[in-house]
């Protein structure tokens, strides 16, 4: 049998139609909201949907949407084996459920599957174009889990095995759900398939810079948790972030005075050879000039982005306290 959870907060402007496709699936859905202060929830209730509606504490995050979701369908639905999961601000393709459930079938190895995410309108603005570039990866077996973003189709057994999703993730979480699930012996798998459209939200810089930064403490933690293990998951990421986001500005900066300004030259130097290395890796990836430069500009920029997420999980780890970042002002949901 198949389920579907779809979570959200203050979606409530695309929640009718991210809804109406989940009930297309014909299967059993559940919509968790995160304290919404719109009309997520009577727009779900209009729908027909079940609602479970979490409160501010303890933290929200759409990890604890997820789990909320899956609470519910063992109680409510036992005899489920698998679950598509999606987000309020995307369309899912009505046939892409029965695909990923019929492979998963067909091969008790597999425990998530995803297809193709298309952002609705890429040519809207340079923040779609940018999410278009980020949903973009090759089909096959997963194994770099920054691939695995939250809308997938899962087997229900294996997400009991590694205990869900933790909670404790404010970002990134599908990610390292990709990774225990690896780690346990299932595999994750991308097929050549429609799975959802996608409407990211971001109108300008400042929720786009603040969505970066929610990446870079998404790295962090999830090096944090699974940097050493046989995935090493973000090493490669965390020490790139760390090193152009950090070091080497700091380094020049400090640098600066006693080297009379060469410091901050090599500094200038050393991000010119970045943004070359990010334009040719989107030109082999079959990107246009256009994207690529795009891609190039924004990748920069997310260095620092990142680096500033960084130290903020790190802030966090001490503190101990964990809130989710909103990058889309007051109207956004927690998600990937």
Known sequence: MLATIVIGRNEAASLAEALA????????????????????????????????????PPMLSAARGRNAGLEWLDARHPETDFVQFLDGDCVLCSDFPGIAANLMLGDPDIAIVVGHLREQAPGSSIYSKLSMLEWSSDVGEIRDFGNLGGIMCARVSALRVVGGFNAEMIAGEDSELGVRISLAGFRVVKIDAEMATHDNGIRHFGAWWRRSVRA????????????????RDCRREFFSTLFWGIVLPAGALILAWPSRGASLLVCTAGYLVLALRIRRSLLRGGRTRAEANIGMGF?????????VGLCRYLWNARTGGFRIIEYKGAAVRPRR
Do not use: T, W
């Not at 699936?25 to 997520?40: E, G, T």
């Not at 990748?299 to 680096?307: E, M």
């Open 21 to 56: 496709s989940a009930q297309g699936a014909d299967a059993p859905v559940v919509y968790v909201d995160s304290a919404s202060s719109d009309d997520s929830v009577a727009v779900a209730r209009k729908a027909g949907i079940e609602v479970l509606s979490l409160s501010s």
């Open 299 to 307: 990748g920069l920029l997310s260095k620092l982005a990142n680096a």
């Open 216 to 231: 870079g403490h998404a790295l962090a933690q999830r090096f944090a948790l699974n940097g050493r293990s046989a995935v």
